[in-house]
């Protein structure tokens, strides 16, 4: 499992190295709930696992060249929005 999760060193696969990190492992046994809380247990591991996507898709978008848009006034947004 650590061999293949690149956290702490860049995976290689026939002496070419991985472009970046995008697996992500963690012991399912530590989110078992003793107490049997299957939803609890599952938000926990479903939060841990979702934890790095947003640090990955900046990393792929920032290795692509590909800039984020300016953000929008509340001005521009519909009416409906504003009261959200």
Do not use: C, W
């Amino acid at each position: 499992m650590e061999e293949l999760d690149g956290d702490e060193v860049r995976v290689s696969s026939r002496g070419r190295l991985a472009e970046r990190d995008i697996v992500q492992f963690v012991p399912f046994r530590d989110y078992i709930d003793r107490s049997g809380n299957q939803v609890l247990s599952m938000a926990r591991l479903a939060k841990d696992v979702l934890a790095e996507i947003p640090d990955q898709l900046l990393s792929f978008m920032k290795s692509r060249g590909v800039e984020p848009r300016p953000a929008l006034s509340t001005s521009a947004l519909p009416e409906l929005h504003r009261h959200i």
